[in-house]
Every structure is written in C-alpha cells, then in structure tokens.
C-alpha cells in the first residue's frame, strides 16, 4: 500500500536538507546550492549519463559512492562544471569543505552540477555558503529543489509512505529537469531518499531496473545531457531488516521507488522547456517490450508530432511516420492510434489508415493540458510507456541564448 | 571539369518538364503537379525511405523501374497519397492516365507524392490536369520545381555540364525538401535528368553510393519522411559509349553526380522549414568515415544546437553535448570546435576545454547566413560533413497547424 505524504527528500527519517542563494549565478532571488543531509550513514546508489562528455561532479561522485554508501548530497545550479580543466578538482573541493562542515568523510558526499558548459565554476561563493548551507539544514525539501532548478518553471517533489516488513517507511524525490533532457541509462538531476533498510546492491539493483521504465523513457529535446544523475540514498531509519534479497521486502521498495520517479518523469515532461503540455505515449500490442519502448520514444521524440500537439493539430500521419521510422520490427498494416485526455478518447487510425473522426471533438481532447497517445500494434504483449511535451515558441526562445 | 549551366532537369538533351496548378491544392497560385518527360527511353535508378510507412507511389516507383527503364517523372504535392488504403491504385491510375496522353508504357513511370499524410488523394485533378501538364512541356523546370514544393520557400535546382568519353555531358536536378527532413538512404523528393550513357546498374550503383555523402547527411528535424524518394533519368542523348563497368568515365560521372546532389543538399537544408541559416558540420581526424558521419549528424541534429544558433549564441558546450552522446567512439580530451562564416574564423574549444575568445567576435560570425561548425577529433582519418538549418519560432509556427 502506498500512500502519497509531503516532505520531499525530507520525508524519511532523519533526512534534512536546505538550499540558498551563494552567489554563482546573478539572479539574487534564486537558489543555487543545495544540500541533503542523512543524519545517519546511507546505502547509496547512483545512474549517470551515458554522454561520453561527462561533468567532473559525476566522476568523483562515481569514486565516492564506489562503496555503496554517502550521507550528503551538495548540488549547484548555474554552472555545469564540464568541459573544464579544473574541474575534478572543484567538485573534490566542494566534497571536503561540506565534508568539513557536516564532520564526515568527504568520501561520503554525492556531488553534482547543472548549468552551463564548458565555464569554470568558481569555488569561493560554494566555500563561503556552505557554513550557511549547514546551518539551515532542516525540514526544507522546497528549498533544495529549488536550488537545483534551472529553466524549470514549476519545483519537482514527490514523497510516499510504504511498508517493508511490517515497518513503515518513507520514500522522497526532487528532480529538475526542462532542457537537453532525453536520458541514456540515467537522467537530468535526481535525488531520492529513503529510511528503508536496503543493501547497497539491491539498492543499485533496484535502481537500475527502474529507470528503464522511468527515466530513460522521457525526452524532452532529444539531447542527453553530461550532466545527467540519479541517486538514492537510504539510511535504513525506518528499522525494517535490511533488503539484501530479491524478496518481498524487495519488490515492495521497488513499488515505491517506481511511483516516486514516474511521477518525477511525468513532472519533468510535462516542466519542458516551453512545454504547454505533457504526452504521454503507451504502446500496447509489441512484438516485444523492447520494440513498445523504441515505438513509444520515437513518437515522443519527433517533432513534428510534438509541435503538432502544440497546434492541438490531430496530425496523426505523424505519429505514423514516427512508428515507421522507429527501427523497431512493426506491421504497419496493424497499427492502431488513440488520442486521449480529461475530454474524452478519439480514434484517429486503425490497421494502418485514417478513419473518419470529428476534427471538432479532436481538437477539444487536444487542448487539454494531458494528452494520451494509445498506439496499439496488434502484434504481441510487449507494451511501454515514455513521457515528452510539445515543441513551442518558447523552447526555441528558451534556448536561442540561453547562455546570455 | 565540371562547369554550372542554366536548365535544372532541363538542361540534359531530351529532357522536358512542366508543372501546373491542377487542384489538389486550394491554393489557385500554387502548382501542384509536375511532369519530367525524356524524348528518349532512359536508364533509371532511385532508391527511397527506409522508412517502414512507405507511401503509395514508392511502391508502385520501385515495381515501375525495376526493370532499370523509365522515361516520365510525375509528382503531386498537397497530399502525400499515404496511409490511405486505395493508395496504390490511385498511384497506378496515375501512371496509366500519364502513359496514355505521353503514348509510353504505364511501366515506364516514376510517380511521387508529397504533402499530409492519411488523406485519400482524389484522380479527378490529376485526370484533368495531365493533358494540360503533357501540351505545356518545354524547358520548364521552373514549374516542375514549384510543383513539387510544399513548405519551401525558395525553389530547388542546379545543372552541371562535363565531359565523359570526349563527349559533353549534362546532369540537371531539382528537389524539395523543408520538413520531415532526416533521410536514411534516400531522400525528399529529389528528381535528376542526364543524358550522358550509364546502364542501369552503373546508375543505381553511382546513386546509391552518392546518398550516403549527400542526402544521408541532412537533417531538418530529425524526422524520416515516408515519401523520400531520389530518382535519376539517364537518356543517352550526349552519345558517349556507354558505361557499364567503374571506370574514368564512371567517376567522372559520379562526381558530376555528386555536384548535383551536394548543392541540392545545401539549398535544402538552407531552406529547412522556417530556417534563418545554413549550418554546414564538417569532421575531420575521426577513427573512422562512420565516426566522423555520426559525429557530424548528430551535431546537426542537436535540437539545442540548432536553437543556439538561431540566436546566434556560440554554445560550443552543446556541440561538445552532442559528440558525447552520438555514440561515435571519440576521445574527448582531444577534441577542437571553430566556428565559421564570411566574417572570419573563431575557435572555441580545444582539447576538450573552452578557450578564452571575443564574444563580439563570435557573435558577428553567427550572424551570418551560413554558418560552419569545425569538429577536429585529432584521432584518425575518417572525414564526412553535415547539413542542416537552425530551429526557429517558425519551424513550430509551420508544424503547429500543417493541415489546416
């Protein structure tokens, strides 16, 4: 049983966390620096992008959680820290003056970055907000999420309480996202915590397994990031006995960490840069899982089909098209297309040709905020769901000059 | 020695066009149906989307030339005859109506459509437009190239005389391009007219390996249409010996090939659909050719790119982004980026890192109309460029309401 609860990445026993503005970007009235805290030693687990560029926080956060645990995790917004000389060693500065501060291993800290490339980021505003950063520490989840934020326009937190062994326990994410968002094998920037008791293993396992389903099924431009990372820390609070098999106990965290990042994926797209709308797309009827999965990220990627959704336009020869140049093993000739919102359903195709349908009645489930895509192939079990938004003015605005 | 000459499908002996406004279109102003005759039987190649949607007239295309033989080009634009189930049947009746008027064989057609997929495509213009479209051929490739135009804003066409065997050559073509513009082994509509002497395997062999420098190398928005389709006529008409093995006359014939089918490139990526710029990305010092395509495309893909670009904005990061996540096998620390346009060269990164440079410097070179994007990977041989366009509030503006 799950239950939706408040508290962000705080939910969890003796989890705190805090953001502020130190400095590194312009804008005063915007946090930059956050920071969670596990009062107690983690289990750690992390995902990173599959970019071959990778930021430097990423390398070292790599190395520290290497042994499975961490008790901190310090992020900027403003600056990206990749493609820099020194950078290894600004995020290895970051990771000791935390260290310091909080009185633990500077091995134990999970360090990352988002923001600009290719810009050295200057460590004096990170040294000199960390003692402020620290001292704040408490029930503040919004703030941390905030300070991770880039173009993002909404913050991004979900929490839940679950069961594990008769032991209640508690899961919490804060996510950011918006552009160069189309993950490989991990995401933008995640952050979850857990009181469960679980092993570093099956807490990486877990992890693993879910962001196929999740993560690595958003795309909101097509452009996997360097900066790209998932982590979950789990500091066993809750007192359950501690996950260290494929049990019960096992598949109930992965229930929960799965609503928690579904609902950060479906927060993400919809949060696109410029997005007006979050699509979703479910394939159902694929040769195989692998196959609903290309389908349902293709569509999602195309964008045609995106800036149709935008002109609430029911182009769905795009969505076709889409389908047809997926690279997955699909008979065209079965193919079947849906629209669906809080307006009602509407087929637009079926075995592979246009059906008649009300442009009137399309255009109203269009206009909604959520739209559904149902693409049945009517060739097997494998189904899929993968999250995008439209194409709008103002993700080309957003990123004409983004830098400036 | 190539030497650019007036004419586009024209310009070879024997070669006639014409294009009219026949009805398909509401648009009275707007030629909607485009003819290319040879006087003489041809040799004919094409090859055409790898999308699995494939629309109508491809089909009955390929069935057409299998033989190796054609001597008319027929194309609408306005509807793209796809996904409609009486699809091939009303391609047919349009080569049986044109065979008629021309008194050729309905077999030695090639027909295309081009314009909204999954709406059924009605004879009657086409029935009624053919024996104005056949009266009215003539040096007019002007009209042939307009009838073919859907989201194009500038026609599409080029002519080159050379010389093979003593014997002057022409090669003439037109295409189309704008949107849903990402080949894969073909292309748009691209139609090229010669009248130099090669069998019809030496002309599918030259065409086939062209592709992959040429039309294989462009993107406008990532999206493979289902209509792509290149075909070449070869009539003979310059009296060469025939070609029939890779010899110096093949070569000679494939680069004059290779300067149709390059400029074409250009003039359709500089014309993507609401593009204010030419990006051209050129690789150099790759492992491998097929490194340094994937490194190139990717880059022109880059939806962030793209926008930075249209703004102006020298984000070499994104460049760096999207080398990272091509897939090619790059080392990073190695790699160098320049910007370049008719107002100088700037270079922005190299091994890896940013380096210092005039902003102003860098802004002036991105106002440009053609911008080049200079990739030294410092590893290798391997070589390919790029084409593409920036993404602008226009490509949305056009594709958030296409149909209506």
Same mark, same amino acid.
């Given at each position: 049983?799950?239950?939706?609860?408040?508290?962000?990445?705080? @939910?969890?026993?003796?989890?705190?966390?805090?953001?502020?503005?130190?400095?590194?970007?312009?804008?005063?009235?915007?946090?930059?620096? $956050?920071?969670?805290?596990?009062?107690?030693?983690?289990?750690? $687990?992390?995902?990173?992008?599959?970019?071959?560029?990778?930021?430097?926080?990423?390398?070292?956060?790599?190395?520290?959680?290497?042994?499975?645990?961490?008790?901190?995790?310090?992020?900027?917004?403003?600056?990206?820290?990749?493609?820099?000389?020194? /950078?290894?060693?600004?995020?290895?500065?970051?990771?000791?003056?935390? @260290?310091?501060?909080?009185?633990?291993?500077?091995?134990?800290?999970?360090?990352?970055?988002?923001?600009?490339? #290719?810009?050295?980021?200057?460590?004096?505003?990170?040294?000199? %907000?960390?003692?402020?950063?620290?001292? /704040?520490?408490?029930?503040?989840? *919004?703030?941390?999420?905030?300070?991770?934020?880039?173009?993002?326009?909404?913050?991004?937190?979900?929490?839940?309480?679950?069961?594990?062994? %008769?032991?209640?326990?508690?899961?919490? #994410?804060?996510?950011?996202?918006?552009?160069?968002?189309?993950?490989?094998? @991990?995401?933008?920037?995640?952050?979850?915590?857990?009181?469960?008791?679980?092993?570093?293993?099956?807490? !990486?396992?877990?992890?693993?397994?879910?962001?196929?389903?999740?993560?690595?099924?958003?795309?909101?431009?097509? *452009?996997?990031?360097?900066?790209?990372?998932?982590?979950?820390?789990?500091?066993?609070?809750?007192?359950?006995?501690?996950?260290?098999?494929?049990?019960?106990? &096992?598949?109930?965290?992965?229930? @929960?960490?799965?609503?928690?990042?579904?609902?950060?994926?479906?927060?993400?797209?919809? *949060?696109?840069?410029?997005?007006?709308?979050?699509?979703?797309?479910?394939?159902? %009827?694929?040769?195989?899982?692998?196959?609903?999965?290309?389908?349902?990220?293709?569509?999602?990627?195309?964008?045609?089909?995106?800036?149709?959704?935008?002109?609430?336009?029911?182009?769905?020869?795009?969505?076709?098209?889409?389908?047809?140049?997926?690279?997955?093993?699909? *008979?065209?000739?079965?193919?079947?297309?849906?629209?669906?919102?809080?307006? /009602?359903?509407?087929?637009?195709?079926? !075995?592979?040709?246009?059906?008649?349908?009300?442009?009137?009645? $399309?255009?109203?489930?269009?206009?909604?905020?959520?739209?559904?895509?149902?693409?049945?192939?009517?060739?097997?079990?494998?189904?899929?769901?993968?999250? #995008?938004?439209?194409?709008?003015?103002? &993700?080309?605005?957003?990123?004409?000059?983004?830098?400036?």
């Amino acid at each position: 049983m799950l239950k939706q609860i408040q508290g962000g990445v705080c @939910a969890a026993s003796g989890f705190t966390a805090n953001g502020i503005h130190c400095g590194i970007r312009k804008n005063k009235t915007k946090r930059d620096l $956050a920071l969670i805290y596990s009062q107690f030693p983690a289990t750690a $687990a992390a995902v990173y992008t599959q970019n071959l560029v990778k930021g430097a926080p990423l390398t070292v956060t790599k190395n520290n959680i290497e042994d499975g645990k961490a008790q901190a995790v310090i992020c900027n917004s403003g600056n990206a820290n990749t493609c820099n000389a020194n /950078g290894i060693e600004i995020a290895e500065q970051t990771c000791a003056l935390l @260290a310091e501060k909080l009185g633990i291993s500077p091995k134990d800290v999970v360090v990352a970055s988002t923001g600009v490339i #290719g810009q050295p980021l200057d460590i004096t505003p990170i040294a000199n %907000g960390i003692p402020a950063l620290v001292d /704040g520490l408490g029930a503040h989840s *919004d703030y941390a999420c905030e300070g991770i934020m880039t173009t993002d326009t909404r913050s991004k937190e979900i929490a839940f309480e679950f069961t594990v062994g %008769g032991k209640v326990c508690r899961i919490g #994410g804060i996510a950011k996202g918006s552009g160069m968002i189309h993950p490989n094998m @991990a995401t933008m920037l995640v952050f979850v915590t857990t009181d469960c008791a679980i092993s570093a293993k099956m807490l !990486q396992k877990a992890l693993s397994e879910d962001v196929k389903d999740s993560f690595n099924m958003i795309s909101i431009d097509g *452009d996997t990031s360097t900066n790209d990372m998932l982590s979950v820390l789990a500091n066993g609070a809750a007192g359950n006995s501690e996950i260290v098999e494929e049990n019960e106990d &096992y598949f109930a965290f992965k229930k @929960a960490l799965s609503a928690v990042t579904t609902d950060l994926c479906r927060k993400i797209a919809g *949060d696109g840069e410029g997005a007006t709308k979050l699509l979703e797309c479910k394939v159902t %009827g694929a040769k195989t899982e692998a196959a609903a999965k290309t389908v349902a990220k293709s569509v999602i990627c195309s964008s045609l089909f995106k800036a149709a959704m935008f002109g609430a336009d029911a182009n769905w020869g795009r969505v076709l098209c889409a389908i047809g140049y997926s690279g997955a093993d699909v *008979d065209v000739q079965k193919v079947g297309v849906e629209f669906r919102s809080n307006k /009602g359903t509407i087929s637009v195709c079926q !075995q592979g040709a246009g059906v008649p349908f009300s442009e009137e009645k $399309a255009k109203e489930i269009l206009l909604e905020k959520e739209i559904e895509v149902l693409i049945s192939l009517g060739d097997g079990e494998g189904k899929a769901v993968a999250w #995008g938004c439209d194409l709008t003015y103002d &993700y080309v605005k957003i990123n004409g000059d983004y830098r400036t």
